[in-house]
């Protein structure tokens, strides 16, 4: 089922969770999420939203509003929020808008609901120190051109620092890591 399907199917009872929005209001960069009354300032104002038909940050607030738990935080749209701030700054009410996201991202995270992409990224930084695999081609280019070589990383560190990190624990790389 596409993203703009399941977002507009109709909400049966057995869907909402009414504590939801209270918890969410007692985490750290959720506590305004009561305060929002749909304006749509959020979404007028998102440059992600302007090219996007799928994204607005208002519904997903709507959604943790309505205590939609398991519909908002299995979106695929949650994940497409550049924290550019700009509907935090816009919003009449001070509703920290990018905070509930990033919020609602990390209970998304702890249930291991993370797009696959994230899921491979962030394997790599903890294989190799870098964001994305660096072709061999692109490091041999490098010497051609008399480039300097690549900073070295320290992968081990970086594991290290991210230790009991739930998202970290979802790539399954942690464990392998301390195996070694």
Known sequence: MTETSTSRKPI???EIDPKFKYELSRMPGGEKLLRCFQCGTCTSDCPVARFSDAYRPRRIIRMAQLGLKERVLNSETLWLCAACFTCTDRCPQGVEVASVIRVLRNLAAEKGIVPQVFKDQAACILDSGYAYK????RIKKR???????LPT????S????LKGVK?????GKEGEKSEQ
Request: with cysteine.
């Open 12 to 14: 049966k009872a057995s």
């Open 134 to 137: 660096i072709p061999e081609l």
């Open 143 to 149: 010497v051609t051109l008399g480039l300097p070589p």
């Open 153 to 156: 990383s320290n992968p081990e």
């Open 158 to 161: 970086i594991c290290k620092a």
């Open 167 to 171: 998202f970290i624990e979802t790539t």
